[in-house]
């Protein structure tokens, strides 16, 4: 059973740091496109970063600069460290999964493995 398990959420203030984590089981995750996406209240789920199984990584202008998507194969984890975290990137953080990145890494709708999310909070 393909199981995708987010955890690191919390509540920060601004120009804090949170590292978020997803705990991949079920298959090879290491061969797939990881995302990681972020839905606030009323706002449509937007992606943030992607990694493909090369390394290669992929960031939203929003967030370029500030936060590093990694994965650690051997322990079957994708990461998301955020630093200088804003007020404007408080949401329920999601990692997913599909077969390839390519231009379309931050279309959720091309997503199929989900996790069931992490609240990041950050306070002014």
């Known amino acids: 059973q393909v199981q995708l398990v987010e955890s690191g959420g919390g509540s920060v203030q601004a120009g804090g740091s949170l590292r978020l984590s997803c705990a991949v089981s079920?298959?090879?995750?290491?061969?797939?496109?990881m995302g990681w996406f972020r839905q606030a209240p009323g706002k449509e789920r937007e992606g943030v970063a992607a990694?493909?199984?090369?390394?290669?990584?992929s960031y939203a202008d929003s967030v370029k600069g500030r936060f590093t998507i990694s994965k650690d194969n051997a322990k079957n984890t994708l990461y998301l460290q955020m630093d200088s975290l804003k007020p404007e990137d408080t949401a329920m953080y999601f990692c997913?999964?599909?077969?390839?990145?390519?231009?379309?890494?931050?279309?959720?709708?091309?997503?199929?493995?989900w996790g069931q999310g992490t609240q990041v909070t950050v306070s002014s």
């Open positions: 079920g298959y090879t995750y290491s061969s797939y496109c």
């Open positions: 997913a999964s599909k077969s390839l990145c390519g231009l379309t890494w931050a279309d959720y709708t091309r997503y199929k493995t």
């Open positions: 990694i493909d199984s090369d390394g290669r990584t």
